[in-house]
């Protein structure tokens, strides 16, 4: 995608123009399912799990009840409660690349990472993007526990809970079956 859409565009144009240095973001969430993988539905809200630099106060230039959401009725979200594959970010991709440049650059994570950062919440809506990325991108489940196993598992506060979501068996050619 060449740029995103309306409010987004401009919220992020806005964004960079006040930024006092240079910000790569890793985007997780909504945000990043519908408009970097095209699954249409809403998001107010660009999550996101690492800022660089991290001593930004990009809550109080672009969060939630800063001015700037207020005037394009979207805003920005650190991710508290997420954990990403340890070696997620040799895979990133940058969204937008020929776009925000000058001072601020976002990056999506590939499929395979952005469904395991969903892992422990859980929600319905994370399990309708995974559903939705396996069948649009025709994702393997056996690269999916691989990744877990290998990447995430020691990590997470209940590995055993996760491991019912990921766990072979509960995985089919459509995407995850929970």
């Given at each position: ?113 952005l469904i395991l950062s969903k ?60």
């Amino acid at each position: 995608m060449p740029e995103p859409p309306s409010p987004w565009r401009e919220f992020l144009v806005a964004l960079g123009a006040i930024l006092p240095e240079p910000v790569s973001l890793h985007c997780v969430g909504g945000f990043v399912v519908s408009f970097f993988y095209g699954l249409p539905r809403p998001t107010g809200d660009i999550d996101y799990y690492t800022a660089i630099p991290a001593n930004l106060n990009l809550e109080g230039l672009a969060g939630r009840e800063s001015p700037l959401a207020a005037k394009h009725k979207v805003y920005l979200q650190r991710v508290a409660v997420n954990n990403m594959p340890e070696d997620y970010e040799t895979r990133l991709t940058e969204m937008f690349p020929s776009r925000f440049r000058k001072n601020l650059r976002l990056f999506a994570p590939d499929p395979y990472d952005l469904i395991l950062s969903k892992l422990e919440r859980n929600s319905p809506k994370d399990r309708d993007d995974a559903v939705y990325l396996f069948k649009k991108l025709d994702l393997v489940p056996e690269a999916l526990q691989e990744r877990y196993q290998k990447e995430l598992r020691l990590n997470l506060a209940i590995p055993a809970r996760e491991d019912l979501v990921v766990l072979p068996t509960n995985l089919d050619s459509q995407g995850l079956v929970f």
